[in-house]
C-alpha cells in the first residue's frame, strides 16, 4: 500500500513481495536433500512443485510462512530450523547478499542486515542496538505469525550465528535470549548455538560485547554487486511500520486514532488490518512499551522510577502494574534475570 499526502506507506502478508528464488527455493531445496519433496510440502504455498520456480515468481508472505509450516511438518524434525538457517545467509539475493560478503566487521553486518531486511529477513524485522558495553540484535515479526515464532526465531539465530562464524572466521560469544518458556529439550539449540540461552525474555535477541563489534573480519573476495531488485523499493510490512511509529513516539501515548490518521485508514480499518495480522493495536503498543523498558533496564540499568518517566507514565505504581500485565512478571524480578543475562 502506496498512501498519498506523506501518510505511512506498507504492504500486507497477503501481497506478493518475496521473490520465489530467494529464501523459498532454499526451503524447497533442503527439503528435497531430505527426500521430502512431496506434493504436501508445496500446497498452499503458491510454488507448482520440486522444480525452481520462474524467476519473476513473487510469493506473499503468508505463503512463504506456510511454506515453512509444510516443511516443518513434512520434516518432523527437531532440526529443522536450525538447519535451513544454515543455509540463510549471506544468500543469493543479489546486493544485499553481496554487501553481507563484503563486511569487514561485526557492526557493518549487522548494519547490513537490519539495512536490507526485505531483502535478508523478510518474515522477521532485524533491530540493531549497541549502548556502552552491550550490543543487540533482536528480532519483532512482520506478519502476525505467532505460532510459527519460536521455530523462525531459531532459524534467523542460527543463520545469524552461522554466517558470522564464517565471515569473521571464529565463533563469536553470543548470548541468546529467546521470548518463549524454555523446552523440554535443547540439545539442538545447544548444538547450533551454543550453551548461552535465556528463555522467557519477552524478546528474540542475540546479545554481544561491544568490543566485537568492530573487530576486523578476514578479507572476503566478495561479487561485484548487481543492481537492487524492484522488491527494494517495497515499503515495509504493516507491522513493521507500525512498530516503527509506536517506537518513534512511544513516549508521548500514542492513540489507534491519531494512528490510523496518519496511517490514511480509518481506525476501524486499521483494526481489520491488524486483525488480519492476528494483533490489535493495544497489543502492539504494549510490545513496543515491553522491549523499551528491558532495553533501559537491560542497558542503562535503569529503575522502575526511570523507565516509568521515560515512558511518558505518572509514577512508577502505575508503570509497574502495566508492566506486570505486558509481561506477567514485575519489573524487578525480570530486571534481575535480564541483567544476569547481559553479564
Not at 71 to 91: E, I, K
Not at 290 to 317: C, I, K, M, P, S
Request: aromatic residues 8%; hydrophobic residues 45%.
Amino acid at each position: 500500500m502506496h498512501p498519498d499526502d506523506g501518510a505511512v506507506a506498507y504492504h500486507g502478508a497477503g501481497d506478493a513481495v518475496i521473490p520465489a528464488r530467494h529464501q523459498p527455493w532454499l526451503v524447497l531445496d533442503y527439503a528435497a536433500s531430505r527426500d521430502a519433496a512431496l506434493p504436501a510440502l508445496w500446497r498452499g504455498t503458491g510454488l507448482a512443485g520440486p522444480e525452481p520456480p520462474p524467476e519473476d515468481l513473487q510469493l506473499a508472505p503468508q505463503q512463504y510462512l506456510q511454506l515453512l509450516q509444510n516443511a516443518a511438518r513434512v520434516l518432523d524434525s527437531a532440526d529443522t530450523a536450525f538447519m535451513l538457517g544454515q543455509h540463510m545467509l549471506p544468500g543469493q539475493y543479489g546486493a544485499a547478499s553481496a554487501a553481507l560478503l563484503a563486511s569487514g566487521s561485526l557492526r557493518e553486518a549487522l548494519e547490513t542486515l537490519a539495512g536490507s531486511q526485505r531483502a535478508l529477513s523478510p518474515l522477521l524485522c532485524p533491530r540493531f542496538r549497541q549502548e556502552g558495553e552491550l550490543a543487540a540484535l533482536y528480532w519483532t515479526d512482520c506478519y502476525g505469525a505467532p505460532s510459527q515464532l519460536a521455530f523462525l526465531a531459531e532459524m534467523h539465530m542460527t543463520a545469524l550465528a552461522s554466517m558470522c562464524r564464517w565471515l569473521s572466521g571464529e565463533r563469536l560469544p553470543w548470548r541468546f535470549c529467546f521470548n518463549r518458556t524454555r523446552p523440554r529439550y535443547t540439545e539442538q539449540h545447544e548444538v547450533h548455538l551454543g550453551a548461552d540461552l535465556r528463555f522467557d525474555c519477552h524478546l528474540d535477541a542475540m546479545l554481544i560485547d561491544s568490543a566485537w563489534l568492530d573487530r576486523p573480519w578476514p578479507a572476503t573476495a566478495a561479487p561485484a554487486a548487481p543492481p537492487a531488485s524492484p522488491a527494494s523499493a517495497t515499503p515495509p510490512s504493516l507491522l513493521t511500520a507500525l512498530y516503527d511509529y509506536l517506537l518513534a513516539r512511544v513516549r508521548t501515548a500514542p492513540t489507534l486514532e491519531q494512528t490510523a490518521a496518519d496511517f490514511a485508514v480509518s481506525p476501524a480499518t486499521l483494526k481489520r488490518h491488524l486483525a488480519r495480522h492476528n494483533t490489535h493495536f493495544q497489543a502492539e503498543l504494549d510490545q513496543v512499551r515491553t522491549h523499551v523498558a528491558l532495553y533501559l533496564f537491560q542497558t542503562r540499568r535503569a529503575d522502575n522510577e526511570d523507565v516509568a518517566r521515560h515512558l511518558g507514565f505518572h509514577d512508577a505504581t502505575n508503570f509497574r502494574r502495566s508492566f506486570k500485565r505486558w509481561t506477567g512478571q514485575t519489573p524487578g524480578l525480570l530486571r534481575a534475570s535480564l541483567l544476569g543475562a547481559a553479564r
